[in-house]
């Protein structure tokens, strides 16, 4: 019912910045504005984790820890899209960025690896 397609991804500097956008397609009788919608990340040899969230359910994003005050969550209704920008970028950042979205998941209190649909990802490199 919900199609999603990243972009964005690249090769960056530690300190630098990059912009992943989502786009979210929804089948005819679908409402995309209140999924739950969130990034994850998985980097190379370890298991996939959350990175962001938001679920429409409150004013307040999720983030993991690590990411906090250098990543912000947005959200395009009009566009059809979220972002997430990514500021003051780390070597740790480094690994395959996904989108995923779920009609009745909850962002806390972290996002669950188990939502419905899922973007192919777009790879972030951080490195010197």
């Known amino acids: 019912q919900f199609e999603l397609a990243e972009s964005g991804g690249g090769f960056v500097q530690p300190g630098g910045s990059l912009t992943l956008s989502c786009a979210v397609s929804?089948?005819?009788?679908?409402?995309?504005?209140?999924?739950?919608i969130g990034w994850f990340r998985q980097a190379p040899g370890k298991e996939r984790e959350g990175v962001s969230c938001?679920?429409?359910?409150?004013?307040?994003?999720w983030y993991e820890e690590s990411v906090k005050g250098r990543f912000t969550f947005s959200r395009d209704i009009a566009q059809e899209r979220v972002t997430l920008q990514m500021n003051d970028l780390k070597p740790e950042d480094t690994g395959l960025y996904f989108c995923?979205?779920?009609?009745?998941?909850?962002?806390?209190?972290?996002?669950?690896?188990?939502?419905?649909?899922w973007g192919e990802g777009t790879l972030v490199t951080v490195s010197s």
């Open positions: 929804a089948a005819s009788g679908f409402n995309s504005d209140k999924i739950t």
């Open positions: 938001d679920d429409t359910r409150d004013f307040t994003s």
């Open positions: 995923a979205a779920d009609l009745f998941a909850t962002c806390w209190p972290r996002p669950s690896g188990d939502m419905a649909y």
